[in-house]
Structures are given as structure tokens and as C-alpha cells.
């Protein structure tokens, strides 16, 4: 299994090679796709992508006696939402067939 890392560059250079639109139009339509996951996100939607998952709000509980790891300060916490994605079915399936490094 590789460990490189795919940046948004490299996912439109890769629509763009097997795509016969303009690098750029790729460039703002996944720009749009982004902005408008962020946009519904905020609005408390969740945005469910047949096939691929779901990326939806969860809510973390505050805590008053969290601790910064790198200075050991102890701190509170409040709550706050954050971004959780759960794979669909076809995902999961594709990735069950990876072979397995030992």
C-alpha cells in the first residue's frame, strides 16, 4: 500500500488528463464541488455521494479538564461539531478486494 498522499492539484490534473475539458473549467467546477460541501456542512446538512459515503456533523462533548499534549496545560474544552465521513457500501467493497501488505 503507497503512502503518497493526493493533493486537489493532483485530482484535477487527473480529471483534466481523462476529461476533454480545460484545466481550468476542472479546476472551478472542483472548486465549486468543494465550496458547496463546505456551504451545506455549515448550513447542518448532511451530503450523502451514492456509492462513495456521507459526510455529515457530529457533535463532541466540552470537557473541562482536557490537557495540551505538547506544554501538559490543562484547559476546558466547549463543545463543538465536527466533520465525520461514513463510506458507502460500493467504497467499502472496492477497498475489501485491496490485498493486504504483512
Known sequence: MSDK???KYDLVDSIY??????KRVVQDVVEHFL???????????????RGFGTFE????????KARNP????????????????????????STWELPVEK
Open 70 to 93: 505538547k506544554t501538559g496545560e490543562q484547559l476546558a474544552v466547549a463543545p463543538h461539531y465536527v466533520v465525520a465521513f461514513r463510506s458507502g457500501q460500493e467504497l467499502k467493497k
Open 35 to 49: 465550496e458547496q460541501l463546505k456551504e451545506s456542512l455549515k448550513e447542518g446538512n448532511s451530503i450523502e455521494l
Open 17 to 22: 488528463q481523462n476529461s476533454k475539458h480545460e
Open 5 to 7: 498522499k493526493i493533493t
Open 57 to 64: 456533523l457530529r457533535l463532541r462533548k466540552g470537557r473541562d
